[in-house]
């Protein structure tokens, strides 16, 4: 089932994953191979282009990519994540458009967060405004994945004349469109996802591309837009993690002491390192596949996914957490070769985003702590809503 896939990530992702990294180039040849092999549309219904495939698969899919390349993983996540929030939102001539689009795979991602509201991306203090029946958009994005290269964005902004702050919308935007500037990115780790800041000036948007009701978009946020970022999120860390597990034991076991005629991995307190950070790794998998399958019930059922917001964001943390450390151990195991330029040194300066991508990880927490004694959330007010 994953044969076209594997091949996809063997032939482009994992090969190019180096380059990108070290010129911070945008990897737009990976997500064309993944677009001909079809899973770029894993969770899209085949008459709008797509596979028709579940959040487990999509999950394993980004888990697949993120063992080799944690920009593509993300690109990955926030263009399926997209799709999907079409999918449970859009109507069918935005999926025709956007998601089919006469053949082509296009690429989305989403562009939700403001330098004014930090890492609380669910609030925005840009507001759309009106043109006839259609919308204008102006808006400082802090932080979006693609930015500058993606095909299309799910823009969120308050609603035009908006009462208060959950009075959202959201917009499918154009990536053609007049008044869209991207900014660089150049970062400590994940470089080729050009996850930079974008502004939107005077951006027209006809009215057939608002995505669901004026005002919905609080609904979205909760039911659309989190519950596939989040398994996305995490299962590309746990990606990261197996990765750099994966390249810590074949060199411990290859590498040797000739003085001693010892393999690295000949030493208890290596493999002990290895042991423990593979128990870490093996947390993961199945945590990550039962979620996808409540995600995937809970689809089925026509209910919202945010029934399980707070498992979700749970699983993101522990992700993060874990391929933190298992990066950091790769790198002790390794010593001077791990160090150095490689896919060990990059999975540990990749790794440090998982914990302060939204919600990050010190915000999360605190989420899970309310939860477990019964205090409401304070996403949009202060206090809880």
């Known amino acids: 089932m994953y044969s076209s896939l594997d091949h996809a990530i063997e032939s482009t992702v994992k090969l190019n994953a180096e380059r990108n990294d070290l010129e911070g180039r945008f990897p737009r040849d990976n997500f064309q191979a993944l677009a001909a092999a079809g899973w770029t549309g894993v969770l899209n219904e085949p008459r709008f282009g797509g596979l028709g495939l579940g959040h487990g698969d999509f999950a ?6 993120g063992q080799h390349d ?160 989040l398994i996305g999120l ?19 076991s290859r590498f040797v002491h000739k003085d001693k005629n010892k393999s690295l991995s000949d030493y208890q307190a290596i493999r002990q390192e290895l042991g423990a950070a ?13 979620l996808a399958a409540r995600l995937d019930e809970l689809w089925r059922a026509g209910k919202p996914q945010s029934e399980i917001l707070i498992p979700l964001t749970e699983f993101k943390v522990h992700a993060a957490e874990v391929a933190n450390k298992v990066a950091a151990a790769a790198l002790t195991v390794t010593g001077g070769y791990g160090y150095r330029r490689g896919p060990i040194e990059r999975s540990f300066r990749d790794a440090r985003a998982a914990i302060a991508m939204g919600p990050s990880n010190v915000i999360a927490r605190d989420w899970i702590g309310k939860s477990l004694v019964g205090l409401p959330l304070e996403l949009f007010y202060e206090g809880g809503e």
């Open 60 to 65: 394993e899919a980004a888990y697949r990519i």
């Open 70 to 229: 944690a920009s593509m993983g993300l690109i990955y996540v926030m263009h399926v994540g997209a799709a999907q929030t079409i999918n449970l939102f859009g109507n069918d001539d935005q999926k025709e458009r956007w998601l089919k689009a006469k053949g082509r795979t296009l690429l989305g991602t989403y562009s939700t967060s403001e330098r004014a509201s930090g890492g609380h991306w669910w609030y925005n203090f840009s507001e759309a405004s009106r043109d006839g029946e259609n919308y204008v958009v102006n808006a400082e994005k802090s932080f979006t994945t693609s930015s500058g290269q993606a095909d299309f964005y799910l823009v969120q902004t308050r609603s035009p004349g908006a009462k208060d702050q959950t009075d959202i919308s959201f917009f499918i935007v154009d990536g053609k469109a007049a008044g869209i500037e991207a900014g660089p990115w150049d970062a400590l780790g994940v470089r080729g996802n050009h996850s930079g800041p974008i502004r939107y000036t005077d951006v027209k948007v006809p009215r057939r591309d608002r995505l669901g009701a004026e005002g919905q978009g609080k609904e979205i946020i909760y039911d659309g837009v989190s519950p596939v970022y």
């Open 234 to 252: 995490g299962a590309v860390w746990e990606g990261v993690a197996r990765g750099a597990l994966n390249a810590a034991v074949a060199h411990t």
């Open 278 to 290: 593979k128990v870490l790794v093996e947390t993961l998998r199945p945590w990550r596949k039962e």
